[in-house]
């Protein structure tokens, strides 16, 4: 191990201090276990969640609506709900619809705490901690109050199932003194948890004392502890109002732990002693920890066998042990693998040729000199990494998709209960994976939208009458599919069956990037039921079109003539827009999925025919409601009423120029701050909607500091507290700590530089290079980003805002038509797989 970080290069989070707060530390992941390293010197501490750790158990059914409904049952207290809304009367049509309300959703939890106790390494004289998200390790290297250089590195290791911690001192002026003694002095790893112990840490047999079946190759001298937690049984959101928010006891799952560390050096020693390890004498210590449970994430199933949970950590531990010099390498090679697929170039501070100049400052310098307006293009580059970074460290084949914080939460009641937030958050995560050339990391939604349909199919059934499935905003592993509360939790947000319609668009665009058939068909069953949910409940409206009732726009309220305001309404855009979006991919891929049906077909394109499309509102903005109604919140965080601007596909300047006109001018009256999330989801708007000054605006405003000191600042319009941004970890903050938004903020930029979603009158598809290229990044190259079609990018590169170079290649042939600019010449271009196409340059 090297003494020194060394100098900051192209890929790398750099901070100059450890970290005082959760959100300043550095996450590391293999998809199954998350850990947030915070670099400490005399006390470290890594946080270690694994993904299969949530509160709750398999549902036994459908959930009910927890009422009280007395003889009515659902479908009938809906009907009066329409009635009410027909009366003018939606505040009753909510009161209705809250009887069917049916609890919430579980919780992802945190599993234990690895924590060490260094004393003799205290000191932060030269410290410096770096995030490498080309090599997916946390490293920290400083020198002690005794002038000892130091170096830690934690990683988290995909093909050997293991997190990984090694320090050591370094260097050639460390020696030891006449009695054998070693810099640093004792140190001591112990586990603590937020949750009572099932089993509290003991010493683990040693290989001689151990059963023959998990001796395996563990060395002697390596001191073992296991562990075991139980998970809450239930735990409810902290704004749920209700008593015994948290409860133990109930069925649950069961987690594992074994935690392997050894001493290396002449006479080094590791032994357990009341259930910590205490190391002497080493010049180097690793610590290697292993998790399990009895949660099968496949099958959404425990199995409730804790002796085999215990032997799987073991296993696994061991199994690591076997070879943990070989670990570092098999762990970088896995994880360059996916990342090393796309390159980011953005030019420099100082207009040079891109990739020549990073500042030399920590990353927290470099946000708040970016906020006074300081240059620093690479700041989005690292930005646009990172999202995919966090997406290859948490959302692996095999595992739970990715959550509100991924893989990653150190609270036993996390803010949302970092569920799986599905009116924009869970989608969200999953924006970059294709774009991104990360399609496995999509097949945990993939995998687990086929389980929530399946579940969902009796929801529809007992609170619509309908066939299909429906979710609604809320959901977990569990596949909880009703509206949240106990008759007390908003319509705004609990009150929207449209969950399933807006995830089955993943396996659309899963098929539209990859063009991969087979997974189509596989997962087909998510797109029809979805359709034929809409189908059973779209409702005839007195203008004779189709809509829906009560309908919602996510979250977002209208006020009444007296004042008062009110979420449910008619045909919401929202509503109305993603249906028409699903039930069109439905048609056009219905074939290719081997779905024949004909009367499907039929029932499809009449919908089609009935329902309405989006409108231009008096004052120019694209209207959210069904009526002209004043906003109870102008500047509310979702914009879901602009949904086929982006994610969707049908609305841009070319095709519907007057919408995209309105689209536009509802972002502007939306004003320049929101979430951390929001604010990514409105640079993808802004890109996608060709405006170059409106990116520039939401880079600079996702990237805010909100950790500053706000002396620090420049003077804000919006107080700090309603700012999202970042944390100086680069963490997207609602606030508080959301993933999407560092997820969403990489398919965004991506837009900015390349689309491929739009088809021309002859249905070749156009590849739209620079479309809403920032002024401030006149220079730059990108390598391998995915297109829809089947098309990859192989190379674009760019000077003073114009292409010089265009490679592209496809997975099928495929005819192209590609576009420079925004008002650039289309160069019809013939792509065969294996076969790159300069197509310009």
Not at 162 to 173: E, I, P, Q, T, Y
Not at 218 to 225: F, G, I, K, Q, S
Not at 542 to 567: F, I, K, Q, V, W
């Amino acid at each position: 191990m090297d003494d020194e970080v060394g100098a900051t290069t192209r890929l790398q989070l750099r901070l100059d201090a450890p970290a005082r707060r959760w959100t300043d530390a550095f996450p590391v992941g293999n998809g199954t276990i998350g850990a947030m390293v915070h670099g400490g010197t005399a006390h470290e501490v890594l946080q270690v969640n694994d993904d299969t750790c949530w509160s709750g158990a398999p549902l036994d059914g459908p959930p009910q609506p927890v009422g009280p409904l007395g003889d009515d049952a659902p479908p009938g207290v809906l009907a009066r709900a329409r009635a009410r809304l027909a009366a003018d009367d939606p505040l009753g049509a909510e009161r209705e619809v809250q009887r069917l309300q049916t609890g919430w959703s579980q919780a992802y939890q945190p599993l234990v705490d690895v924590e060490v106790d260094h004393p003799g390494a205290a000191g932060e004289t030269r410290y410096r901690r770096v995030l490498d998200l080309a090599t997916g390790v946390a490293s920290s290297a400083w020198r002690a109050a005794d002038g000892t250089p130091w170096r830690q590195d934690v990683r988290v290791s995909h093909p050997d199932r293991v997190l990984l911690l090694d320090r050591a001192h370094a260097g050639a002026d460390v020696s030891r003194d006449d009695a054998g003694t070693v810099p640093g002095g004792e140190l001591r790893v112990r586990l603590t948890s937020r949750h009572a112990w099932a089993v509290a840490p003991v010493a683990d047999p040693a290989p001689g004392d151990a059963p023959a079946d998990h001796r395996a190759d563990r060395p002697a001298d390596a001191a073992v502890l296991r562990a075991a937690v139980d998970m809450p049984s239930h735990v409810l959101p902290n704004y749920s109002g209700e008593p015994d928010q948290v409860t133990y006891g109930g069925r649950s799952v069961h987690a594992g732990v074994a935690v392997a560390v050894l001493a290396d050096g002449p006479g080094a020693s590791a032994e357990v002693v009341d259930g910590v390890v205490v190391v002497r004498g080493a010049d180097r210590v690793r610590v290697v920890v292993a998790t399990a449970s009895d949660h099968d994430v496949v099958s959404g199933t425990l199995h409730g066998d804790r002796t085999r949970v215990a032997t799987q950590a073991r296993a696994a531990l061991d199994a690591a042990l076997a070879d943990l010099d070989g670990l570092p390498a098999r762990q970088e090679a896995d994880h360059a693998a996916l990342m090393g697929r796309v390159h980011l170039d953005l030019g420099s501070p100082g207009g040079d040729a891109p990739g020549d100049v990073v500042p030399d400052l920590p990353l927290d310098a470099r946000l708040v000199r970016h906020a006074h307006g300081a240059p620093d293009p690479h700041l989005a580059v690292l930005a646009f990494q990172h999202g995919r970074y966090l997406t290859v460290a948490g959302s692996r084949p095999g595992t739970l998709p990715l959550n509100l914080q991924g893989v990653w939460n150190p609270h036993v009641q996390p803010p949302w209960n970092a569920n799986y937030t599905i009116n924009i958050n869970t989608e969200m995560n999953y924006w970059p994976t294709l774009v991104g050339d990360l399609a496995e990391c999509h097949e945990p939604l993939l995998a687990w939208l086929d389980r929530l349909a399946a579940a969902g199919e009796g929801t529809a059934r007992t609170l619509y009458g309908a066939r299909g499935w429906v979710a609604h905003h809320n959901s977990d592993p569990w596949c909880f599919t009703g509206p949240t509360g106990r008759g007390r939790d908003s319509v705004s947000w609990s009150w929207w069956p449209f969950g399933g319609v807006w995830l089955a668009r993943h396996v659309v665009d899963h098929h539209d990037w990859t063009c991969d058939d087979d997974a189509l068909r596989r997962h087909w069953p998510v797109v029809r039921g979805a359709a034929l949910f809409l189908l059973d409940t779209l409702v005839p409206q007195p203008d004779g079109t189709l809509g829906t009732a009560p309908a919602t726009s996510p979250e977002n309220h209208y006020l009444l003539p007296d004042g008062r305001p009110a979420a449910a309404g008619v045909s919401t855009t929202s509503d109305v827009a993603m249906a028409r979006d699903l039930l069109e991919h439905v048609l056009r891929l219905a074939p290719v999925a081997g779905d024949h049906d004909e009367d499907l077909g039929a029932a499809v394109d009449g919908a089609l025919d009935r329902l309405p499309t989006e409108r231009v509102a008096p004052d120019g903005r694209l209207a959210e409601w069904s009526t002209d109604v004043p906003d109870a919140e102008p500047a509310h965080r979702h914009q879901s009423h602009l949904y086929r601007v982006f994610p969707g596909t049908s609305i841009d300047p070319d095709q519907t120029p007057a919408l995209a006109a309105a689209a536009r001018r509802t972002l502007d009256a939306r004003g320049p701050d929101s979430t951390g999330w929001s604010l990514a989801w409105r640079l993808a708007l802004r890109a996608r909607l060709r405006d170059p000054a409106g990116v520039t605006a939401l880079v600079a405003a996702f990237l805010h500091p909100v950790d500053a000191d706000p002396a620090d600042l420049p003077p804000a319009d919006a107080p700090a507290a309603e700012r999202g941004g970042v944390y100086r970890s680069l963490l997207c903050a609602h606030p508080p700590f959301q993933i999407d938004g560092n997820l969403g903020f990489t398919a965004g930029l991506a837009e900015t530089l390349v689309q491929a979603h739009r088809l021309g009158a002859d249905g070749v598809r156009e590849v739209h290079l620079l479309p809403a290229l920032p002024a401030a990044w006149p220079d730059g190259r990108v390598r391998g980003l995915r297109l829809r079609g089947g098309v990859r990018l192989v190379d674009l590169v760019w000077r003073d805002g114009r292409v010089v170079r265009a490679v592209l290649e496809a997975v099928r042939p495929v005819v192209v038509d590609v576009r420079e600019g925004a008002d650039g010449a289309r160069r019809r271009v013939t792509l065969r797989p294996g076969e790159p196409v300069v197509a310009i340059g």
